[in-house]
């Protein structure tokens, strides 16, 4: 069964520092994953999403991931954390083929200090 | 701009009630998704539709039913509310190729 696992629900950075959440997944062929973003009353947006073309994938406001076969990692970075990071962070899967179920890690909070 | 609209924000029912929640798309997906929302859990699959008239659970189905009558509405129902059903109900939709599009969510509070 596919899972994803999420390595901390909390994350806290200074503004300004780097941003690292992690993601690693669990699956028998590659999948396609994403990285989705919400932030507080609101629905998710989509940050950045892989579909095995390059594995250095980049999104909206400064984010990206970076696919590692090797090590079934997905980890989320950004250079430099702006207030407006302070968020909480889905790392999703789902397969290639088929019908495609998304699959959720639990979910990383990204606090922002100054 | 595409949206997946979902009808309430906010929501406070009674025990035993039945529940309607509504979400419609104007992007002419033919999947849509339901989930609950719950802190320390994630996003979990309630049910999902492929197509107009054809539901499948998901993980979570117990307690819950679904109805497409149409393309771009997908209604969830609580046919006897109970606390334990108070969370966050978000809706999606996709065409498939992993382009989801989430609703802004509906908070129900069971009491």
């Known amino acids: 069964a596919q899972s994803v696992t999420q390595l901390g629900s909390h994350v806290s950075v200074s503004e300004g520092a780097l941003v690292l959440l992690r993601c690693n997944y669990s699956?028998?062929?590659?999948?396609?994953l994403f990285w989705y973003v919400q932030y507080p009353n609101q629905g998710l947006q989509l940050l950045l999403k892989?579909?095995?073309?390059?594995?250095l994938v980049k999104g909206i406001n400064g984010f990206e991931a970076e696919f590692k076969k090797s090590e079934t990692s997905f980890h989320l970075t950004k250079p430099s954390a702006h207030m407006s990071d302070a968020a909480e962070y889905f790392c999703?899967?789902?397969?290639?083929?088929?019908?495609?179920?998304?699959?959720f890690g639990t979910g990383t909070r990204l606090l922002v200090s100054p | 701009d595409v949206k997946v609209t979902q009808s309430s924000r906010y929501l406070v029912k009674r025990t035993g009630e039945k529940v309607f929640l509504e979400c419609v798309q104007d992007?002419?997906?033919?999947?849509m998704f339901w989930y609950r929302q719950d802190p320390g859990l994630g996003l979990r699959l309630i049910y999902f539709?492929?197509?107009?008239?054809?539901?499948e659970k998901g993980d979570i189905p117990e307690g819950y039913s679904v109805s497409r009558e149409k393309k771009e509405r997908f209604s969830l129902i609580l046919e006897s509310a109970s606390t334990n059903q108070t969370s966050m109900y978000l809706c999606?939709?996709?065409?498939?190729?992993?382009?989801?599009?989430f609703g802004s969510g509906t908070r129900l509070t069971v009491v």
């Open positions: 999606a939709s996709s065409p498939g190729g992993g382009g989801y599009t």
């Open positions: 699956s028998s062929v590659p999948p396609y």
């Open positions: 892989y579909t095995s073309a390059a594995t």
């Open positions: 999703v899967q789902t397969m290639n083929t088929g019908f495609q179920k998304l699959v």
């Open positions: 992007m002419d997906h033919e999947n």
């Open positions: 539709s492929y197509d107009v008239k054809m539901k």
